[in-house]
């Protein structure tokens, strides 16, 4: 069952430009994802393509220029901005980016401590500590004193106390070691396998395979396509979408080609299929209208003449 | 035109030794790779074979003479986040214009569209400001470039972009590259040989 469920979600942002004119840009369009109990969701794309704002429309945490229209419901009941601010830490959880959010004047145990919903926070925050083998003296440690790999077993450990039920991870691995990396990633399998939902947003596709069950390919602000992890792979036959096509093939193990040209701005988007303009299968209808996600082969996608 | 680092060592104040007796010897238009677990002082070898720093023992040689501490660098780094390394008080055709004037042809190989001229640096995205950064460290002069963790916030098809126009470039030139990446498979892909710190 979903436990979290955006539909159609557009996010724009008002901006003032020369002579205090006003632009929308919309960042964010028509986008759609599902999160199930005890299911990974990557979210793959390049930056700029809508993921951590995802993350943060869903969490309610949007600045106060942004306008956002869409569905977004958690077991079953609208996701309101009162219930987000009253789920936010509590039942949905974000693993950030960047180690500056922890807060610089606190002692690192007490931090976590603060997370945990009900019984004795002291010990829910050792036993966290321990399972992710920080020790006892790290609890007492300000965050400055923490190495980058600990600074983030921090992070892991406040989502963990919380008792969310969906943990959403932004970028959590990038230029860390191998080895590091796949002991990040092993907790969000365990996450997971304790029947959370979890959302890792990453733009590294082969990280993300390790542990996920599906895959969301963004571009543009939009999702491109929905699929299982295990499609990704060989010279991607299985794949759907013309982009995650070449996402895949531009990985140094596959072909390590490209296409050409980049992902449109948010001020400049094409009209019709926003990857049109870099699509080799492209055909004057693909210019007509932005396509609709479709089911195909167990999967979603945005594309008219996918097979 | 070698590039050499001569049994380098280098430590922070009175901390234990980073790395000691390191040599590394590259040639023109070779592609190298430094390997090792982080802490190992991959990026405090980089610096130290671009001049930002100086090792406490040994000698980096450009041409078998000291590197020059005057002038136009021939050893250049692009590191990992773009965000850090441009003025972000500044227009991209500053910053790009900033250490010398790349030509058209450098700016279309590395897919720097015109328009993005105009912008602030917030206003691109990460795999368009790193391109900035590589045209930047490739002016006329640069020998060899070292390449840190370059590529690695970036997606899978602005990684290969960036680096099919790098290896171009670098084949043209004779430039030497050295690669500092965690991604085996990138190292696998590029490198002529990878040296373990
Ligand atoms: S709809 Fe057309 S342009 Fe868009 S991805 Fe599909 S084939 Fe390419």
């Given amino acids: 069952m979903s436990i979290l469920e955006v539909n159609h979600l557009s996010v724009s942002f008002k901006q003032y430009t020369a002579g205090l004119k006003q ?12 999160l199930e109990a005890g299911e990974i969701l990557a979210v793959v794309g390049a930056s700029g393509s809508g993921k951590s704002l995802l993350a943060h429309a869903i969490l309610g945490i949007l600045p106060a220029n942004a306008s956002v229209s869409g569905v977004m419901t958690y077991e079953g009941e609208e996701l309101t901005p009162a219930r987000q601010k009253a789920l936010r830490g509590k039942e949905i959880a974000l693993v950030p980016q960047s180690v500056n959010y922890l807060d610089p004047l606190m002692k690192v145990g007490k931090q976590v401590r603060t997370s945990v919903q009900t019984g004795d926070a002291v010990q829910a925050q050792r036993r966290v500590f321990e399972r992710f083998r920080l020790g006892r003296e790290v609890e007492r440690m300000y965050p400055f004193q923490l190495s980058g790999g600990m600074a983030r077993r921090t992070l892991l450990s406040t989502a963990m106390v919380s008792g969310a039920k969906v943990i959403i991870a932004d970028e959590p691995t990038p230029g860390l070691d191998p080895v590091v990396i796949k002991e990040a990633l092993s907790h969000f399998r365990e996450f997971a396998n304790q029947g959370c939902a979890v959302m890792l947003i990453t733009h590294d596709i082969e990280s993300a395979l390790q542990i996920a069950d599906k895959i969301a390919v963004f571009y543009a602000g939009t999702t491109v396509e929905i699929a299982k992890a295990e499609d990704f792979a060989g010279q991607g036959e299985a794949i759907r979408h013309p982009y995650s096509k070449a996402l895949w093939r531009a990985l140094p193990q596959n072909d390590f080609v490209p296409i050409t040209g980049s992902q449109p701005h948010p001020s400049a988007l094409p009209p019709g299929c926003l990857f049109a303009p870099r699509c080799a299968m492209a055909t004057p209808e693909c210019l007509q209208a932005q396509p609709e ?10 594309c008219i003449h996918a097979t | 035109m070698q590039l050499k680092a001569n049994d380098i060592g280098f430590r922070y104040e009175n901390g234990p030794w980073l790395f000691r007796g390191v040599n590394l010897c590259i040639e023109p238009g070779e592609v190298v790779g430094i390997a090792g677990p982080s802490g190992r002082g991959k990026t405090t070898l980089c610096r130290i074979l671009s001049s930002y720093e100086t090792p406490l023992e040994g000698s980096v040689t450009f041409n078998d003479a000291p590197l020059p501490d005057k002038g136009y660098h021939p050893v250049q780094m692009v590191l990992q986040h773009p965000e850090k390394a441009v003025n972000s008080r500044w227009k991209m055709h500053s910053i790009l214009n900033e ?23 917030h206003e691109l995205s990460g795999g368009e400001l790193q391109r900035f950064c590589v045209a930047r460290a490739l002016g006329p002069n640069t020998r060899f470039l070292i390449a840190d963790e370059m590529t690695t916030m970036l997606d899978a098809i602005t990684q290969a972009q960036i680096w099919q126009a790098v290896m171009e470039i670098a084949q043209k030139r004779e ?10 498979k990138l190292m696998q892909r590029l490198c002529d040989r990878v040296i373990e710190l």
């Fill in chain 2, 175 to 184: 430039m030497g590259i050295i690669v500092v990446t965690h991604e085996a």
């Fill in chain 1, 293 to 302: 996600m479709r089911p195909l082969r167990d999967g979603m996608v945005r």
């Fill in chain 2, 99 to 121: 250490g010398y004037h790349p030509d058209e042809e450098l700016l279309e190989i590395l897919g720097i569209e015109q328009e993005w001229l105009t912008r602030w640096p």
């Fill in chain 1, 23 to 34: 632009s929308h840009h919309k960042v964010i369009s028509d986008l759609n994802v599902n």
